[in-house]
């Protein structure tokens, strides 16, 4: 699975709610949706991903290192 998609997931999973950075990445771990001994840089993968993703309209940044779905109807997620 590829970052965005994981933090993308977890997201939906997690919804309504915003998660710091960190929260996605530790929910995308423990469930196994990224693998640290497959895939390489975890969190700049992930910080990356979702920096696209903000520009893209699939995740807003609610404040600082914070991500949450848009409402529906007003992005790609």
């Known amino acids: 699975m590829d970052f965005l998609e994981a933090a993308l997931i977890v997201l ?7 998660l710091h950075w960190t929260v996605i990445q530790d929910l995308a771990l423990k469930r196994g949706y990224l ?11 992930l910080l990356a991903a979702l920096a696209t993703a903000t520009r893209d309209g699939r995740v807003t940044k ?15 997620a």
């Open 12 to 18: 939906r999973e997690e919804s309504p709610a915003a």
């Open 62 to 76: 609610t404040s600082k290192g914070v991500y949450a779905l848009p409402p529906p109807g007003t992005g790609l």
């Open 35 to 45: 693998d640290p001994f497959a895939q390489r840089d975890i969190r700049r993968n």
